[in-house]
C-alpha cells in the first residue's frame, strides 16, 4: 500500500502537469499522511537539509563552467582541433563530432550544453557537406551525452550524494566507459556513411594541425588538471567545480580574450538559474528520499527482488530496463533521485560495487536523455538545428541502439568498468 502511495500520487501530480519539484514535494506530503506523521515543519527542515550538501556546491560552479567554456570560445576550439585531426577522412565531420564531444564532455559535464554547441558549430557545415540531416542531428545528440559520463560530471555529483558514494571515484570510474561510447559510435557511423558519396574537407596541413593544436591547449589542461587533481587527493570534486569555473574564466578573458568582464554577467545568471532548478530539484526529491527510507520501501524492494539477488548480473540487467523504461519518461536528475534511494539497498543487499553501479546507472539515464517521447538532448539538437523532432528521432535510433549495447556489454562483463576504474583511483 506504501509503494502505492508513493507512485500514485507522484504519477497524479505529474499527470496533470505539475513541474517535477512540487510533484516531489506532493508525494512526500502524501505519503507524510499516509504514515499518520504530517508535519509541515519536518517537512521545510528536509527540503533545507536536502540543499544543504557541500558536495553539491560543485553543481553551480561546473555550470558555470560550462557557460564560460561555450561562450568563451573553448568549445570552438576543440572542433577546430578535431577537424584538423580526422576532418579529412571519408565522413570525416562525424568523426569530428564524435572527437568533439569527447573531448568537451571533459570540460562541462552537461549533455545539453554540449549537444548544443555541437548542433550550432557542425550540423550546418555537415548538412553542406551533403550528410543526411536527420543522421547527422542524431549523431550530433548521441554523441552529446556522453558529457555526464566522462568527469566532470554533475549527475555524478548528484548521484555521489544521493547514493553516498565516492563521488571522486565515480569521476575515474566514468573514463574509460566514456570513451567506449565515443568508439560505439565512431564504428556505427562509419558503417553507415560508408556508402555515402559526400566530399571529405581536405586533409589539413601538419602547420595548420599544430597551430589548431596550440590554440586549443589551454582548453585541453583543463581535463588533465581535474582528472590529475582528484587521482592524487590534490583536490575534492567540490573544489575542482570551482578550479574549473575559475580557469575558464582566466582562459576566455585573459587568453583567448573573447569574453570581458561586462558579458561574463549574464552567463554567470544563466548558470545561477540553471543551478536553482537543480538544486531546488534535489531539495524536493531529499524529501521523498527521507520518507521513502521511513516508510521501509527499500526492504519490501529488497524482499520484491529476493530472488535475483543471487544473481547480481540477471539484477542489474532487471534494474538495467526499468531504468530504460523509465528514461523514456523523466528527465536525468529526477530519474537519479527517484530510483536512487529505492535501488542502493537492493544493490547492496546484492553485493554489487556501488562505483560500478552508479556508472552503469549514469550511462542509462544519459541514453534515456536522447529516447524518445521526453528526451531533453533530442529537443536541444532539434531547437538549435532547426530539425523536427520526427527527423531528430529517427536518426538518433542507430546510434542510441548502439550505446544501448555497451551498456549492457558492461552488464554482462563488469570487468570491463571495475578494472579500469581501479586502476585509476587506486582501489
Given amino acids: 500500500m506504501t509503494?502505492?502511495?508513493?507512485?500514485?500520487?507522484?504519477?497524479?501530480?505529474?499527470?496533470?502537469?505539475?513541474?517535477?519539484?512540487?510533484?516531489?514535494?506532493?508525494?512526500?506530503?502524501?505519503?507524510?499522511?499516509?504514515?499518520?506523521?504530517?508535519?509541515?515543519?519536518?517537512?521545510?527542515?528536509?527540503?533545507?537539509?536536502?540543499?544543504?550538501?557541500?558536495?553539491?556546491?560543485?553543481?553551480?560552479?561546473?555550470?558555470?563552467?560550462?557557460?564560460?567554456?561555450?561562450?568563451?570560445?573553448?568549445?570552438?576550439?576543440?572542433?577546430?582541433?578535431?577537424?584538423?585531426?580526422?576532418?579529412?577522412?571519408?565522413?570525416?565531420?562525424?568523426?569530428?563530432?564524435?572527437?568533439?564531444?569527447?573531448?568537451?564532455?571533459?570540460?562541462?559535464?552537461?549533455?545539453?550544453?554540449?549537444?548544443?554547441?555541437?548542433?550550432?558549430?557542425?550540423?550546418?557545415?555537415?548538412?553542406?557537406?551533403?550528410?543526411?540531416?536527420?543522421?547527422?542531428?542524431?549523431?550530433?545528440?548521441?554523441?552529446?551525452?556522453?558529457a555526464p559520463v566522462i568527469p566532470p560530471s554533475i549527475a555524478f555529483v548528484i548521484f555521489g550524494v544521493a547514493a553516498n558514494v565516492s563521488i571522486s571515484k565515480l569521476f575515474l570510474a566514468g573514463i574509460f566507459p566514456g570513451v567506449l561510447l565515443g568508439l560505439s559510435l565512431w564504428l556505427t557511423w562509419w558503417w553507415l556513411v560508408r556508402k555515402e558519396v559526400v566530399k571529405a574537407p581536405p586533409r589539413k596541413s601538419r602547420a595548420e594541425v599544430l597551430v589548431a593544436l596550440r590554440e586549443s591547449t589551454w582548453a585541453l589542461v583543463?581535463?588533465?588538471?581535474?582528472?590529475?587533481?582528484?587521482?592524487?587527493?590534490?583536490?575534492?570534486?567540490?573544489?575542482?567545480?570551482?578550479?574549473?569555473?575559475?580557469?575558464?574564466?582566466?582562459?576566455?578573458?585573459?587568453?583567448?580574450?573573447?569574453?570581458?568582464?561586462?558579458?561574463?554577467?549574464?552567463?554567470?545568471?544563466?548558470?545561477?538559474?540553471?543551478?536553482?532548478?537543480?538544486?531546488?530539484?534535489?531539495?524536493?526529491?531529499?524529501?521523498?528520499?527521507?520518507?521513502?527510507?521511513?516508510?521501509?520501501?527499500?526492504?519490501?524492494?529488497?524482499?520484491l527482488l529476493q530472488p535475483l539477488l543471487d544473481s547480481p548480473r540477471l539484477l542489474m540487467l532487471a534494474i538495467m530496463v526499468l531504468v530504460m523504461v523509465v528514461g523514456t519518461a523523466l528527465d536525468m536528475t529526477p530519474t537519479i533521485l527517484l530510483l536512487t534511494p529505492v535501488l542502493m539497498p537492493v544493490v547492496k543487499a546484492a553485493g554489487i560495487d556501488p562505483v560500478y553501479f552508479g556508472v552503469l546507472f549514469i550511462i542509462n539515464n544519459a541514453i534515456g536523455l536522447i529516447t524518445p517521447p521526453v528526451g531533453t538532448v533530442l529537443n536541444t539538437v532539434a531547437g538549435v538545428g532547426k530539425v523536427s523532432m520526427d527527423e531528430v528521432t529517427k536518426g538518433v535510433l542507430p546510434f542510441m541502439w548502439a550505446q544501448f549495447a555497451i551498456m549492457f556489454l558492461m552488464v554482462a562483463f563488469p570487468q570491463i568498468v571495475i578494472i579500469p576504474a581501479r586502476w585509476f583511483y587506486g582501489g
Avoid at 509503494?3 to 507524510?32: E, Q, R, T, Y
Avoid at 560550462?66 to 570525416?92: D, F, W
Avoid at 548542433?119 to 542524431?138: E, I, N, T, W, Y
Wanted: net charge neutral.
Fill in 3 to 146: 509503494i502505492a502511495v508513493f507512485l500514485g500520487s507522484l504519477l497524479a501530480a505529474m499527470a496533470l502537469g505539475i513541474p517535477i519539484a512540487f510533484s516531489l514535494l506532493l508525494c512526500g506530503a502524501a505519503l507524510m499522511w499516509h504514515l499518520d506523521m504530517f508535519d509541515a515543519q519536518i517537512l521545510a527542515q528536509n527540503i533545507i537539509n536536502g540543499a544543504d550538501s557541500f558536495p553539491l556546491l560543485a553543481v553551480p560552479f561546473f555550470m558555470l563552467a560550462g557557460e564560460v567554456m561555450n561562450a568563451g570560445g573553448l568549445s570552438r576550439r576543440i572542433v577546430n582541433l578535431a577537424m584538423a585531426l580526422v576532418g579529412h577522412i571519408k565522413g570525416g565531420l562525424g568523426y569530428v563530432t564524435i572527437v568533439a564531444a569527447v573531448i568537451m564532455a571533459a570540460l562541462s559535464g552537461s549533455a545539453v550544453a554540449d549537444a548544443a554547441a555541437l548542433a550550432s558549430l557542425l550540423l550546418p557545415m555537415m548538412v553542406a557537406a551533403g550528410h543526411d540531416k536527420a543522421r547527422s542531428a542524431g549523431l550530433i545528440a548521441s554523441a552529446g551525452i556522453i
Fill in 222 to 303: 583543463l581535463p588533465l588538471i581535474v582528472v590529475f587533481g582528484l587521482k592524487f587527493g590534490i583536490f575534492t570534486p567540490t573544489e575542482a567545480a570551482v578550479v574549473a569555473a575559475v580557469y575558464a574564466m582566466l582562459v576566455s578573458v585573459l587568453v583567448y580574450k573573447e569574453l570581458t568582464l561586462k558579458t561574463l554577467y549574464p552567463l554567470f545568471v544563466g548558470a545561477a538559474k540553471t543551478s536553482a532548478i537543480v538544486m531546488f530539484l534535489v531539495a524536493a526529491a531529499m524529501v521523498s528520499a527521507w520518507l521513502i527510507t521511513v516508510a521501509q520501501i527499500p526492504g519490501q524492494v529488497v524482499a
